[in-house]
């Protein structure tokens, strides 16, 4: 097993941090661009886990895809929507939900037959909500336990457009829908309860799609064409969002992170901590490649303030909630995360998970079952409990929000399920490691 062992600081974080490029900008900026006329080039790709996973499932499909400077640029050459060749082998997702869900949607309206497989995390995240919508629009897909679990058997099917009610709000399968919708015969509308994060809708407009979009509907034209073109994927508010806690929760910090992407559908995160009280200045804005970037700048607050998160704002920072859940530890007050039960069909329940962690980390938490409530240490450093176990993941945002926890402890601690944390941010361990020694 690996060992990462994160120490306690003795001092307070002052540092600029720069953190990967956005992992669903990543994704899709390959997908798309593998299914549009002509070459796209992409700088800044997140060379992941999770997002190498897609690019290497896209070469298996025929699309070349040229690499330079250690993923710096990263060339597609699309041939357009139905120039894809039939796989000689199943294609392994590996740990990204992601891939798998998109994928799903992309292959359903292809003239071959298709089988998508991942690790043991991937097989039981539940694939039923994609599946369902895809079938309703003639895709032919199978899976296991009444096609709801991967491995995923697609066959051919002609696709036609629908009207679809979300009934969970989930970018991914919004996108999985979007995606069939490209191929299928008349307009497929979307409804969305609540507005999931919008980067399909944004980057597909910007290869020319034709998309129409009011409040919570989309509405995709049918049989449509893509152009390639160039995309700069900014830094990913999702991995910032460890160390805007980190200088929220460290006393004294002054904590700057460049050129992060700041999209309304993805900042709720910015949002809460600004209302616990932490200092959240956004500088330099400006728009890349269709999306707003902004360097952070997060300044420790005198009290850290409880809080109540739930309704709309849960979709706005679905993946920041077990981070968050850290800094509601160090809050004065009871602190309560509600309406979030998609937490449980993450790489791990993070609901359970988090419950467990909070407990091993000495801090009173009540499971709810949609939900979390955090009784907070009013800045007390965490104490670990000797008589609880770290919970046993396949979660990196488990193990990137214990790391920070660590830094706020009376011990060094050895960070579970640390092996995971290279699916999204593999420079987080080279950070931790330099804000220990107060050089970043």
């Known amino acids: 097993m690996k060992q990462f062992i994160v120490s306690p600081l003795n001092h307070p974080i002052k540092a600029t941090i720069s953190v990967p490029a956005d992992k669903s900008i990543s994704h899709r900026s390959v997908i798309f661009g593998a299914i549009s006329n002509g070459r796209t080039e992409i700088k800044n790709l997140l060379a992941s886990e ?28 699309g041939k357009g929507l139905r120039s894809f060749v039939e796989p000689k082998n199943i294609l392994n997702c590996g740990n990204s939900g992601t891939t798998i869900r998109l994928i799903t949607g992309l292959l359903s309206a292809q003239n071959f037959l298709s089988v998508l497989t991942g690790d043991d995390s991937l097989l039981n995240r539940p694939m039923g909500r994609v599946v369902e919508p895809l079938t309703l629009m003639g895709a032919k897909i199978f899976g296991r336990e009444h096609n709801t679990k991967a491995p995923i058997v697609i066959t051919p ?53 034709k998309i129409t979009q009011e409040k919570n509907e989309i509405v995709i034209g049918p049989e449509q064409s893509l152009e390639a ?27 700057i992170i460049p050129k992060v992407l700041v999209n309304p559908t993805r900042s709720g995160i ?77 790489e791990s329940d993070r609901i359970k998970t988090m419950v467990t962690v ?41 193990a990137m929000s214990v790391a920070i926890a660590a830094l706020k402890c009376t011990e060094p601690v050895n ?5 995971w944390i290279s699916t999204s941010f593999p420079s987080f361990e080279k950070i931790i490691s330099k804000l220990q020694v107060a050089v970043v």
């Open 358 to 398: 909070l407990k091993k980390l000495g801090v009173e938490v009540n499971e709810l079952e949609d939900g979390l409530e955090i009784n907070g240490l009013n800045g007390e450093p965490f104490k670990i409990d000797p008589d609880i176990e770290w919970p046993k993941h396949f979660d990196h945002r488990i």
């Open 229 to 255: 073109q160039s995309i700069q994927v900014p830094s990913d508010i999702s991995s910032a969002a460890f160390f805007m806690a980190a200088g929220s929760i460290i006393p004294g910090s002054e904590v």
């Open 270 to 346: 910015i949002t809460v901590l600004k209302k616990m009280g932490v200092k959240v200045e956004l500088t330099n804005k400006k728009d890349v490649s269709g999306e707003p970037i902004a360097d952070l700048f997060i300044t420790t607050p005198s009290e850290l303030l409880a809080t109540e998160v739930k309704g709309s704002t849960i979709p706005l920072l679905i993946d920041e909630i077990p981070i968050l859940c850290i800094v509601m530890a160090q809050a004065k007050g009871k602190s309560v995360i509600k309406d979030a039960k998609e937490l449980r069909f993450k």
């Open 157 to 209: 099917g002609v696709l036609h457009g629908i009207t679809y009610e979300m009934s969970v709000s989930s970018a991914q399968v919004k996108s999985a829908i979007m995606l069939a919708a490209l191929y299928a015969k008349g307009e497929t509308k979307i409804v969305e309860k609540e507005k999931s994060r919008d980067h399909t809708e944004r980057m597909l407009t910007a290869f020319g799609a």
């Open 50 to 77: 999770d997002c190498l996973s897609t690019l290497k499932i896209m070469q298996q499909l025929g699309v070349e895809v040229n690499v330079f400077n250690n993923y710096e640029s990263v060339t597609v050459y």
């Open 415 to 419: 960070v579970p399920g640390s092996e």
